[in-house]
């Protein structure tokens, strides 16, 4: 079974940036899509991009053109530029099977990682 594991998170203040990293243990077939999502406490999931392990990538609405995701084989990341306070939220990486394009949709991925703590601060 694949684990991914995420790293990266901390606390900066407006303005800074972070780089989150997820490790998968190995690629497979359950790997094809890997992706970013984040959840504050109380409020859904939502998704911010993700990523074929051919590196084609979609960013949502919610990046906000400020991050971006890259991918080398069994790693990804998440470059996040110009935080903001509304950025504060756990941060999960995730991954599933081979679909074009790798959507969005949460219910799809069955692999996640424990989660990485963002928060921005004044």
């Known amino acids: 079974q694949v684990r991914l594991a995420e790293s990266g998170g901390g606390s900066v203040q407006i303005g800074e940036s972070l780089t989150l990293s997820c490790v998968a243990s190995h690629t497979a077939e359950n790997t094809h899509c890997m992706a970013w999502f984040r959840q504050v406490p109380g409020k859904e999931r939502e998704g911010l991009a993700s990523?074929?392990?051919?590196?084609v990538a979609y960013t949502g609405d919610s990046a906000n053109g400020r991050f971006a995701i890259s991918r080398d084989n069994a790693k990804m990341t998440l470059q996040m530029n110009n935080l903001q306070p509304e950025d504060s939220a756990m941060y999960y990486c995730a991954a599933k099977g081979y679909s074009v394009p790798c959507r969005l949709n949460e219910e799809e991925y069955k692999t996640w990682g424990q989660g990485t703590q963002v928060t921005v601060s004044s």
């Open positions: 990523i074929s392990r051919f590196g």
